[in-house]
C-alpha cells in the first residue's frame, strides 16, 4: 500500500522514466583529434571551401563554434566527408590562433569590426596613377592597418603609361615602403616578374580601389584562374565592383599565395587605437618624441610642426596624420 503525507519515505515515490533518456546533459564538445588541416580559399553565403590535402572541400561552420567568424586565410580543422566530391558537405570544428588579422570598418563611425584576411604576411596595396585618380587618404589609412595588423606594406602602382609616378613616391620615400611601377592595364611579363618576386614565399593580401587593376594584376599572377574584371565609369570616375568575395590563389611553382579582395572606397579605422595610427608615419615618429605628454598631434605644442619646419618630414604627410585623427577623434565623442 502506498503512503502520502508526512509518513512517506523514498521508497515510496514513484519515479518516471524520461523519454529523452537517462544520459546527462554535458557541455565537454569532442576534441576532434582526428581532424583534418585545412586552409580556407573562400567563403560564400556560409560555404567555405577549404584546401584539404591539396583539393577543395566544401564546409559549413559547426555549431559549436558559435558566432566565431572564419575568414579566408584561416587554418582550419574539418571532420566529415573530405572526399571533395559534388554535393559533400564537411563541417570546420576548429579555427586555429592566427598570426595575424587585417580589420577594417565601413567607416569611422562603425564600431562593427571586419576580418578582411588571416594570417597574411604582407600587404600589397594597389593603386592607380590615373583612370582613376590615386587617392593618398586611402593609402594612408590602408598603411595605418597593415601596421596595426604586423603586416608589413607593399605598394603597388598601375598605369604608369597615363601619369607620371614620380609625385607619388616622392610623398611615400620617407617610410621606406617597398613599391612597384607598372606601364599598361594589361600588365606585360616584366612587371610580372618584378611583381611576383615580391611575393614569393608569402601570403599576400591585395587591395585597392576600384578600377585600378588589382584582379587583372592577380589575373596576371595566376594565370590560370582568371577573375572577372570591370571597367572605369567615365562620368564618375568610379570603378565597378566586380570582385565580390575574397579569394585565396596559390602562385605557381609554390611561390606563395595571393588573396584578391572586393574593391574598396572607404577603409574605416574605428578599431584602431588614436595612439597607434602614427605608426603609420614612421617620417613623423621621430619628431613626436618632443611632443607633450598625449598630445593630440594638433595643438600649439605639438612638436611635428617644428619637424616638419626644418625638412625632416614633408607637410601633406602631416596634414594626412592629423585628418585621421581628427576624424577618429569626432566619431570617440559620439
Request: glycine fraction near 8%; charged fraction near 30%; charge should be neutral.
Amino acid at each position: 500500500m502506498r503512503r502520502y503525507g508526512k509518513h512517506t519515505d523514498e521508497d515510496d515515490v514513484r519515479v518516471r522514466p524520461s523519454r529523452r533518456g537517462s544520459k546527462p546533459r554535458t557541455h565537454r564538445r569532442p576534441a576532434h583529434e582526428d581532424a583534418a588541416e585545412g586552409f580556407v580559399l573562400t567563403v560564400d553565403r556560409g560555404r567555405l571551401t577549404c584546401l584539404v590535402e591539396d583539393r577543395p572541400v566544401v564546409a559549413m561552420k559547426a555549431r559549436e563554434l558559435g558566432r566565431k567568424s572564419v575568414v579566408v586565410g584561416d587554418r582550419v580543422a574539418l571532420v566529415g566527408d573530405l572526399s571533395g566530391r559534388k554535393d559533400t558537405l564537411a563541417r570546420v570544428v576548429r579555427v586555429e590562433e592566427r598570426r595575424s588579422t587585417l580589420r577594417r570598418t565601413a567607416d569611422d563611425d562603425d564600431p562593427y569590426e571586419r576580418v578582411v584576411v588571416a594570417n597574411a604576411d604582407q600587404l600589397a596595396i594597389v593603386t592607380a596613377l590615373a583612370d582613376p585618380q590615386p587617392r593618398p587618404r586611402l593609402i594612408d589609412r590602408c598603411l595605418v592597418a597593415a601596421f596595426d595588423a604586423g603586416l608589413e606594406p607593399l605598394l603597388i602602382l598601375t598605369k604608369a603609361d597615363l601619369a607620371s609616378p614620380d609625385p607619388l613616391l616622392e610623398t611615400y620615400a620617407p617610410l621606406g615602403v617597398r613599391h612597384v611601377v607598372t606601364s599598361a592595364e594589361r600588365f606585360d611579363e616584366a612587371s610580372v616578374e618584378a611583381v611576383r618576386e615580391l611575393l614569393y614565399g608569402r601570403i599576400t593580401a591585395f587591395v585597392g580601389h576600384s578600377g585600378v587593376g588589382k584582379t587583372t594584376l592577380v589575373n596576371a599572377l595566376v594565370p590560370e584562374r582568371q577573375r572577372a574584371t570591370g571597367r572605369v565609369n567615365a562620368v564618375t570616375g568610379r570603378g565597378r565592383h566586380t570582385t565580390v568575395s575574397a579569394l585565396a590563389l596559390p602562385l605557381p611553382d609554390d611561390a606563395g599565395w595571393v588573396i584578391d579582395t572586393p574593391g574598396v572606397r572607404s577603409f574605416g579605422l574605428h578599431h584602431v587605437e588614436p595612439s597607434r595610427v602614427i605608426l603609420a608615419f614612421p617620417d613623423l615618429v621621430p619628431g613626436a618624441e618632443g611632443c607633450p605628454r598625449a598630445c593630440s598631434h594638433d595643438e600649439p605644442a605639438c612638436a611635428l610642426d617644428d619637424w616638419v619646419a626644418e625638412g625632416h618630414a614633408d607637410a601633406a604627410r602631416l596634414y594626412s596624420l592629423r585628418r585621421l585623427l581628427a576624424t577618429r577623434e569626432r566619431h570617440e565623442g559620439d
